[in-house]
């Protein structure tokens, strides 16, 4: 029989032990995976990025070209009118205002002020300009009156704020949660125990198992002490049991009396 018991017990700490090691085997290959899978987040946000700087790199190559060929463009076409007669420096002029290269210059370029400027042999048009004292706008004359009269009914009316939630909630059970405003509230998210933490306190326990030591108790950080009965829970039950369990402790004793 002693030999039997001894066979018994040496079975069981062998099948602990391959538990032991099957249980870490399969911790080791998580934390790799865990790696592998950060170590591919951060190759793809660096490609993402290098991808977005040659883009800019070449957007801004694009438009000093652009902008380069356009006051080439301009400055020939100067230099040609200089040349000519008035009657050509006309013709010339129109036929590059027909164009349609003209409208896509871009504004501030040589193209742009070169075309502001009036023709040879006209005089420049003399357009009087007002202010709105409403926006500070400049209109003609006879248009200045008509535009006022606008302005100072769009100044004075305030437009009310369109409700987007409200809307999609209209009609649906949400609708009753939104009216409350309980939707604006920020939610404090609950808090959980880093993966970190749970690996350190496995590898604790294995150390022990393998030493013959008992573990010591784990403790989360999280938790909250009732100071009456001095246990521990989260956040949310502690909230629930703390006033049930002062209210407990506050009864007196019944007495109970045995009759004789």
């Known amino acids: 029989q002693r030999r039997v018991r001894e066979a018994v017990v040496s ?11 099957r249980k870490i085997a399969e911790e080791e290959e998580r934390l790799e995976q865990l790696q592998r899978q950060e170590e591919q987040e951060r190759v793809a946000a660096q490609r993402k990025r290098l991808e977005e700087q040659k883009r800019k790199r070449l ?7 652009f902008k380069k060929q356009v006051d080439d463009s301009a400055k020939k076409r100067a230099a040609k009118m200089r040349h000519q007669g008035p009657e050509e420096a006309v013709q010339a002029a129109g036929t590059t205002l027909s164009a349609p290269a003209t409208s896509t210059a871009p504004a501030g370029s040589g193209g742009a002020d070169f075309y502001s400027q009036p023709l040879p042999g006209e005089d420049a048009p003399q357009i009087s300009l ?3 004292s409403v926006c500070g706008r400049k209109f003609g004359e006879d248009r200045l009156a008509k535009h006022m009269n606008i302005c100072n009914k769009t100044a004075n009316k305030q437009r009310k704020v369109f409700d987007t939630t409200k809307q999609r909630a209209e009609g649906t059970d ?16 609950p808090k959980t125990r880093g993966w970190k933490q749970a690996h350190n306190e496995f590898q604790q326990i294995v ?31 502690g909230k629930r049991h703390m006033p049930v369990c002062k209210e407990r402790n506050s009864r007196k004793p019944i007495r109970v009396t045995r009759r004789k």
């Open 11 to 21: 079975t069981q700490s062998t099948g602990k032990e391959e538990e032991l090691r």
């Open 59 to 65: 957007e801004e190559t694009q438009k000093k070209m």
């Open 130 to 132: 007002i202010p709105c």
């Open 174 to 189: 949400y609708a009753s949660y939104v009216a409350k405003g309980l939707h604006l509230q920020e939610h404090a998210k």
């Open 207 to 237: 150390k022990c198992a393998r030493t013959g030591v008992a573990a010591p108790p784990t403790e989360n950080p999280d938790y909250v002490t009732c100071p009456t009965c001095n246990r521990k829970f989260n956040e949310t039950a």
